[in-house]
């Protein structure tokens, strides 16, 4: 497994990471199979989304910032509740097709951290299976 | 890389794609593993749901409709941030087992693409990786 | 592919299932690869959250309770649409990565079954992958 490490610098933030996704392709020289783009955090996540106007990422912040509020009346004592349930509902993890050592995206699709809890250090995991 | 060609007809449609899905496996004759079925687009999604009773889809389809409205106050200029935000809710891809050269599906599921900005011209991509 | 069978207590109820999978690998000596965790049901989902708190799991309960409320107006006939649009929303699979026989989770994070329309016999589906 290969590991992305970086920074975030806010409490919400969404960060394309295809560029890094494409590095590691052609960098482990992996031709024909699935990787799976994995997040080890609890208050993160990993989805796909259009890569070309930014007004589409501002629109999914504010969405889920309004449909998990963090002032929800929550149990948990450290005040990020919305951001573990954020990470439920968008998902911890997405799964690639690579082909002719390309990742496969449709024209519009770009891979995005979500994070829901920083400003932190977070890390991705990437495997690789042949197929 | 295998693609599933298709057309949607309305602007909100979930289509059973269970069916194609078993064509495949059975054409290329996959024995054992796991198919990643995957959705190229960024207002579209791919589900798992129940197969039997047609209202289980359209509360789903209606639910979604009132929980991320299409007149919501977007910044996004075309009028599809609801389907781009229902899309990254839903999932953009869904894995299954293979066994036996066959599709594991529990008895009432069926696997379901979710258009959310139709009508258009989707296609549905699916890798295979033994196991 | 390997199962897991168990049986839920309640209508709504989040399992911690991480000692399951954890057992599974073990067993067969999965060395390096992904694996499939995957719900055969239309009504539970699975999901990645925080291990060390039990209120997290209390927060997401109750907020999808309030999310998709069980008495909102639905069509289906069986008063159990809201637990399957909650398995659309969390999602009915999660896949994970195995490195050096072992599940390669982050420090605070747990496997969830997520029952939604309980108590009933479960079964969990668990396929491997090498790579």
């Known amino acids: 497994m290969k ?3 970086f920074r975030t610098s806010k409490r919400e933030e969404i960060i394309d990471i295809t560029g890094n996704i494409d590095n590691l392709i052609k960098d482990n020289k992996w031709l024909s199979g699935i990787i799976l783009v994995y997040s080890p955090h609890t208050t993160a996540g990993i989805t796909v989304n259009e890569n070309a106007d930014p007004s589409v990422k501002e629109d999914l912040s504010n969405f889920l910032k309004k449909l998990v509020p963090q002032n929800h009346c929550f149990s948990h ?3 990020n ?3 573990h349930i954020k990470g439920t509902l968008c ?3 997405q799964s690639f ?4 050592s390309k990742l496969q995206l ?3 699709q770009g891979i ?3 994070e829901f809890d920083g400003p932190r250090s977070r890390e991705i995991w990437v495997k690789f299976t042949p197929g």
């Open 3 to 5: 590991i992305i490490r």
């Open 97 to 100: 097709i690579i082909e002719d």
């Open 91 to 93: 998902g911890f993890s």
């Open 81 to 83: 509740s919305d951001s």
């Open 112 to 114: 995005y951290f979500l």
């Open 77 to 79: 004592a450290e005040a």
């Open 106 to 108: 449709g024209t519009w």
